[in-house]
């Protein structure tokens, strides 16, 4: 079975950067799609970026775009969230989730998730 851990969250002051990291630990018996959820406080949850580890598509939030970049290091199975130019509205609690079927949309529900990274970004 396979486990996602993040890592990377913490606190930073406004324009700053952070870079998360999402391991996952297990076999994928085919390659995944893998994404970068958020939620705030008495928000819903958004979809930030995703990424297909076959081919390296990438797809990203609204409000996220030209700010953020999700990438991939396949021989160690872990997805990055490189976060630029950081808002106070970034602050949320940051999941990263994975599924190996076919998808008809980046964001809909995904069925594998790690357990949470705080990000808080302070003006």
């Known amino acids: 079975q396979v486990h996602l851990v993040e890592s990377g ?70 997805v990055f969230l490189q976060m630029n130019s950081l808002k106070p509205e970034d602050s949320a609690m940051y999941f990263c989730a994975a599924d190996v079927g076919m998808r008809r949309s980046w964001f809909a529900e995904y069925p594998l998730w790690g357990q949470g990274t705080q990000v808080t970004v302070s003006s």
Do not use: H
């Open 9 to 78: 969250g913490g606190s930073v002051q406004a324009g700053g950067s952070l870079r998360l990291s999402c391991a996952a630990s297990g076999y994928f018996y085919r390659s995944p799609y893998m994404a970068w959820f958020r939620q705030a406080p008495g928000k819903e949850r958004e979809g930030v970026a995703a990424i297909y580890i076959g081919n390296g598509a990438t797809a990203y939030g609204d409000s996220v775009k030209g700010r953020f970049t999700i990438s991939q290091d396949g021989a160690v199975n872990t």
